[in-house]
């Protein structure tokens, strides 16, 4: 089973004051990263030191620098026993887990309803403690990273540490919430106890742990009907979810199936906006095409999470709402041209084209993994 780390993290600081916080995170299907530094300097240059060496790290990592290698390149370049915290944590294949942490607060953990108290190596390097440790990630474990200025904050009387946010944290996550839930819980937490106005910038990072969801989809009927077969081939074979955008494409699919094409019932809210969908045994989504795929293109531009979709059934909300779900995309797109939709007088650029580009954009401006494959 491939894992996926689910992250979300925000910053708070003061109305007027520039942050000194920086976060970067990075995914594929091989790896994910977080990296989050905190510099002493208030206002702007604080705020850019700390996204130099986000950027720093991060450039590093993706070229396949081992995850040692990085922090003590970062180290190097600061001065001498000069005070920046910054954690780094790398996963790669979305169990194996490499984390690096200096001068910061350790990384919160909790599996299975209990807290995890990772068993680090501690070090001094270059007049700053540093902790390193190796571990495994299962599915359901949460996470969370958070800089200086969570870990000081006070409330009802007395300052809360590092063991509190802990059990705070494990009671949250008993819930089951996703990362984007946690996220909000800690942040709400630091608001109330401290009055909604933080001493200096705090910032969060929330991780959750669980099954990768793959969707494959296939559009348009390829350019050689020979290859008929083999893209419908790919759809079948691609694990997860598989959908079809285009009647073309869908009756295609059902005759090599050799299984009926039903049209699904009118849902209540009716086909105003978008035409019908239908069923097809083998396949969890069929709709018609360019005008399916536009219209889920402005669903998902409205949307920031899937609750905030319409609650409703047509095959442009359920269209959205499956790529909104997923992780990691991939698009089969035929090469055929259907004369009555491209947009030149030439007729040599399909709709269909322009509006996977644009869906492909969107979701990768989301941190969705998205491939495309053009089948002839």
């Known amino acids: 089973m491939r894992l996926w780390i689910e992250h979300a993290h925000q910053s708070l600081s003061r109305a007027g004051e520039g942050g ?11 790896q994910f990263f977080a990296v989050q ?9 604080g705020g850019a ?6 950027e720093q790290a991060a450039s590093l990592l993706q070229q396949g620098r081992a995850l040692d290698t990085v922090a003590e390149a970062i180290l190097a370049a600061l001065p001498e026993g000069e005070y920046v915290p910054m954690s780094i944590l790398q996963v790669l294949g979305g169990c194996r887990a490499h984390l690096v942490e200096c001068d910061a607060p350790p990384l919160f953990m909790v599996r299975q309803g209990r807290l995890v108290l990772l068993p680090v190596l501690e070090e001094e390097v270059r007049g700053r403690l540093v902790r390193r440790c190796r571990f495994p990630l299962q599915d359901g474990d949460h996470l ?39 996220l909000g819980a800690l942040i709400r937490t630091y608001q109330r106890l401290a009055g909604g106005v933080p001493e200096r910038e705090v910032t969060v990072v929330a991780m959750h742990v669980r099954p990768v969801r793959t969707v494959t989809l296939w559009s348009g009927p390829p350019l050689d009907p020979a290859q008929d077969q083999a893209a419908l081939d790919r759809l079948m074979a691609g694990p997860g979810k598989r959908i079809i955008c ?3 494409t869908a009756e295609i699919a059902a005759r090599l199936l050799g299984r009926e094409l039903e049209m699904e019932a009118r849902p209540a ?8 969908t239908s069923r097809l045994e083998g396949v969890d989504l069929v709709t018609e095409g360019v005008v399916t795929m536009g219209v889920a293109r402005e669903r998902t531009a ?58 492909m954009n969107d979701l990768r401006a989301r941190g969705k993994v998205v491939s495309v494959e053009h089948v002839g």
Do not use: M
């Open 302 to 359: 409205g949307a920031q999470r899937v609750r905030d979709l319409p609650r409703r059934q047509d095959g442009a909300t359920r269209l959205a709402r499956v790529l909104l779900e997923a992780d990691v995309i991939h698009f089969l797109v035929g090469l055929a041209v259907n004369p009555a939709q491209t947009a030149d007088d030439a007729g040599t650029v399909p709709l269909r084209r322009i509006a996977i580009e644009g869906l």
């Open 37 to 45: 530094v905190s510099c002493p300097e208030a206002g702007a240059e």
């Open 246 to 248: 285009g009647d073309t």
């Open 269 to 276: 809210d009716g086909w105003a906006e978008v035409p019908p």
């Open 20 to 30: 000194n916080d920086a976060v970067g995170t990075f995914q594929t299907e091989e």
């Open 49 to 54: 030191k700390a996204r130099r060496i986000v």
């Open 144 to 182: 969370a990273i958070a800089s200086p200025g969570y870990i000081r904050i006070k409330g009802w009387g007395r300052r809360w540490g590092w063991q509190d946010i802990a059990l705070s944290i494990k009671r949250l996550t008993d819930t089951g919430c996703d990362a984007q839930q946690l």
